[in-house]
């Protein structure tokens, strides 16, 4: 992966630096635009730090022996946020991120002692929606992190889709990402990318991770139906629907993996990964995610028409044998309208995105990485 442009605060004085920063197999190196190395971080030492707005993300590290000094660095670039994600295991920042993991691993041992009581009396899919709230929010995101991979080796062969860069149409969607994340009040932060695929499909994960296949793009008529779907990933992620799958599918082994801190390349992720790209959601958690979407929308920009409509049009024709938006979403009239219900007499606020951003957001595949 090529170098990318960042912002680099060093934590001591107040100034803003702009940086070039690149990935390597022992960590993340930022570069001055002179191109002299400013700093090397391991992967080990990078944290997240939370509440970061856009498509991307900024991050600190765990300071060094005898320094005190708290460096950030934001990057906008969400694909080079995703692949750092994948890397790195980005968690909580400060002594705030400590507590709260001390706090996590007390509740998980009580979750795992409490599954194992009640998967007897309940049931897995009961026991999921019900130890899910539990699930502390920077667990979540681990695993949404150590599912990213999965689902791009999962869709696209072992080198992985591609994530689209074309400028004009990341920004365009990080615009749109940004107003409906600030809407939305989550517990994660949104990560969303658009995926070199054919494929007409959309799907959420775990810990604020979407996607958004290029296909879909391209089958939609207008901004409305893509931020219509947008909106409705959103819903699945402020419900935890794909966390709640996540239990449900990787079972104990999951969670008693999680207890114990360790998630990467564990089974129960694959086996979790692979159940949530080729199975539905129920129709309740559907519903649930179209209300969210059109509420999102009413407020934050948007047609709700959008949403109602795509299932139309992604039913059009529907290649034989590849996964749509609409396998995992399977539509009824009953869904439409329920969807016009829910918007009617609303007024819409603002366009999803301009004449200008939906043309960008179109050609946004033009460029890969
Ligand atoms: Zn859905």
Known sequence: MPSISARYYDGITSRRQAVEVSLHPEGLAIFSGEGFVVARWPYAAIRRIEGFRGTGLAITRVPEPGSSAEPRLEVDDPAFAAELSARAPLSLTGAEGGRRER????????????????????????????????????????????????????FGGPRGLKTCSAPAGVAALADLVGRYERAAGLHVPLTVVVLD???????????????????LIDKARGPDEVAGVLGHEIGHVRHRHGLQAAIQSGGLAFLLGTVFGDFAGGTAILIASRTLLSSAFSRDAERQA???????????????????????????????GVLTWLNSHPAGPEREAAIRKLAENKPVVAPALSPAQWQALRAICSTTS
């Open 197 to 215: 695929s054919g494929m007409v499909n959309a799907f959420a994960l775990p810990g604020g991770y979407i996607y958004v296949m290029r296909g």
């Open 103 to 154: 706090r996590s691993v007390v509740l998980w041992a009580l979750a795992a002692v409490v599954s194992l009581m009640g998967l007897a009396y309940w049931g897995l899919p009961a026991l999921a929606s019900s130890i899910a709230p539990l699930v502390p929010a920077s667990v979540e995101q681990r695993l949404g992190a150590a599912m990213d991979p999965q689902v791009r080796t999962e």
């Open 290 to 320: 179209d209300a969210f979407g059109v509420d999102l929308m009413l407020r934050a920009g948007g047609d709700p028409e959008g949403l109602a409509r795509f299932f139309r049009i992604a039913g059009a024709d529907g290649m034989p």
